[in-house]
C-alpha cells in the first residue's frame, strides 16, 4: 500500500498483533470489517475508528495509519459531496443551488449531508483497517496457511505481493530518469501519466516473464503437497487474546444491528438516538478492540 510518498510493508515488529499467528490477526481484522459494514451509527463507526487508531498505536505502526487517514479524507470529501449532489430523498433542505444539469434541482438536504459523512468514515473506516491488517499480519504466514488449500491460488498471491516493492522501485527509478533529463523532469499530469504507462508496461512485460519461467519449471502440472505430520503449533495467549477479540467484536456488532443498540436511518428524516445502550456499545468496541494489546509480556524490546 502506497500512503504519501513511501510504500508499507509488513515487517516484524514487537507487538501483541505482530506476535499472533498470522490466521488470527486476519481473522480479527476481518471481524472489524464486518463491524464497519454492518454497523451504519455515526457515533459508533467514530468508536470503531477511534479504536482501529488505538490499536494501530498499540502494534507500533501508529504513524503509518495517521498518515494513512489524511490520505483517507481525500477520498472521503468526493463521497460526501457527490452524495449530496445526487440524493433526492432527504426532506430538510437547508441549500438551493439551482438546476445542475444532469444531476436535477440542486436542493442540498441535512439527510444527504448525513448519509455522505456516515458512507465516507466507513470508507475510511476500511482502508484504516487494511492498512492496519497488511502492516501487522505476516503474509508469508498466511500464504502458507492458504497453500495447503489451494497450491496455484498461494502462488498467485505470494507472486502479487513481492511484485510490489519492484514496481515501487521501478517507478523510483523512472521518475529519477526523467529528472536527469537535459530539459528537465515534466510536471502536472501529462508526467504522472507517462510514469504510470512505463510502469504498467514493464509489469506486463515481467509478468510474462515469470510465467514463462513458471511454465518451463513445470508450475502448471504442480500438485497439491503430499501432507506431512509436523509438530502442532500451540496457541499464545496472543492467538487466544486476539481469537475472543474477534468473537466479541461480532457479537457486539450483531447485538448492535439487531438489538436497537445502534440504531441509525438517514431518509426521509435523521433518526439517530443516543442511548445508554449506544454509549455501552461504543465503550465495549473499544474495550474489546484494545484489550489485547495490554498483555505486552515477552515481546517487548
Known sequence: MFTGTQPFFYRRLSSPLHAARAGV????????????????????????????????????????????????????????????????????????LGDLGPFGQGDVTVEAVVY????????????????????????????????????????TASLSTRMIPLLAADSGRLAEAQRTRPGGAPTGARARVALLGAVVSGSLDRAMDVAATLELRGFAASRRPPHRSHPSRLWSRHDIAFACSAVAILALTVLGRFGGAASFQAYPLVHMPVTAGTLALCATLIVAILLPFCDRRGIDP
Open 116 to 155: 455522505g459523512t456516515v458512507i465516507a468514515l466507513k470508507v475510511t473506516l476500511l482502508i484504516l483497517i487494511t492498512t492496519l491488517a497488511s502492516l501487522a499480519v505476516d503474509p508469508d504466514e498466511l500464504l502458507r496457511a492458504f497453500r495447503r488449500l489451494s497450491f496455484r491460488s498461494a502462488l
Open 25 to 96: 490477526g486476519a481473522v480479527w481484522a476481518l471481524a472489524l470489517t464486518v463491524a464497519a459494514l454492518v454497523l451504519f451509527d455515526p457515533l459508533v463507526l467514530l468508536a470503531l475508528t477511534l479504536a482501529v487508531l488505538g490499536a494501530g498505536f498499540g502494534a507500533r505502526i501508529g504513524h503509518p495509519l495517521a498518515r494513512t487517514l489524511r490520505t483517507a479524507a481525500i477520498v472521503a470529501v468526493p463521497i460526501v459531496a457527490i452524495n449530496v449532489l445526487v440524493s433526492r430523498d432527504g426532506l430538510t433542505v437547508f441549500a438551493r
